[in-house]
């Protein structure tokens, strides 16, 4: 995988206008988004790359720590780089960090989920399968079990978006998704042991897959955005309160 990395490195033209840095992270993104470099790989050395994109190995160094910063790359035993497993929880972990910096981001952050996954699960509840429907009723009725069980609510919660996510069948927008739900999970896990909060999500868990069994995706945009609009609420809540704890 090294040689063939740094052949597809070599192919573009040189480095210019950009700051030199910020353009050894585009191409590498693009080697992954193309699949020339995959979960896992050891990257070539800062040698290989700086001489393929004609940029010094300072310039290549810099480049790879704002990648580690990003949880794109990592460095192994020996110095070497190599690319994570991608996961969405770690590709999330700059946005968490926004979020606890700035309470005020994590308007923009529903505001985002919004827009993803209202429209993801809209075509969703076009092309769900009976399956995919069986096992989200399913979760429904556990949800309504386990509104005295925040911990494994939280759990059966990260199961059910995650197959409504996956109903569209589309990977770009549904990665897209898995990573805005990972982000802000500290405040959500603590808004989560609010009374009340939990039933009121198994409530609106029950009406989005109403919504998805009729295949009917308007009430589902509107359903997922609802919910989401209520976690944006509660979540702002539990937000203040660790401040007022923290005494900010």
């Known amino acids: ?3 063939s990395a740094v052949a597809s490195l070599s192919k573009g033209a040189p480095l210019a206008r950009k700051p030199a840095a910020e353009l050894v992270v585009e191409r590498l993104l693009e080697l ?7 979960a896992g790989d050891t990257l070539p050395t800062e040698q290989e790359i700086g001489a393929a994109l004609q940029v010094s190995r300072p310039v290549v160094r810099e480049a790879l720590r704002g ?5 794109v790359v990592e460095t192994r035993q020996g110095g070497r780089c190599s690319v994570t497993d991608l996961k969405p929880e770690r590709l999330a972990a700059p946005v968490q960090m926004l979020i606890a910096l700035d309470e005020r981001n994590i308007d923009s952050l529903y505001e985002a989920r919004m827009a993803v996954e209202g429209e993801l699960l809209a075509l969703g509840a076009l092309r769900a399968t009976d399956e995919a429907i069986l096992h989200l009723d399913h979760m429904v009725r556990e949800g309504y079990r386990l509104i005295a069980d925040p911990v494994a609510f939280r759990v059966l919660d990260l199961e059910f978006h ?5 109903l569209a069948g589309n990977p770009f927008l549904e990665r897209t998704a898995r990573s805005f739900y990972h982000a802000g999970t500290e405040f959500r896990r603590i808004a ?3 009374p009340g909060v939990l039933e009121n999500s198994a409530r ?6 109403t919504a998805v069994t009729a295949h009917n995706p308007q009430q589902a ?3 997922m955005r609802d919910h989401l609009s209520s976690i944006a609420a509660t979540t702002a809540n539990a937000m203040k309160s660790v401040a007022t704890t923290r005494g900010d």
Do not use: N, P
Request: glycine fraction near 6%.
């Open 204 to 209: 609106e868990h029950e009406r989005i897959v």
């Open 162 to 166: 995650q197959t409504l996510l996956a």
């Open 32 to 38: 992954i988004y193309a699949g020339s470099l995959k």
């Open 221 to 223: 945009r509107l359903a």
């Open 67 to 71: 990648l580690q910063i990003l949880g």
């Open 1 to 3: 995988m090294t040689d």
């Open 192 to 194: 989560s042991e609010t």
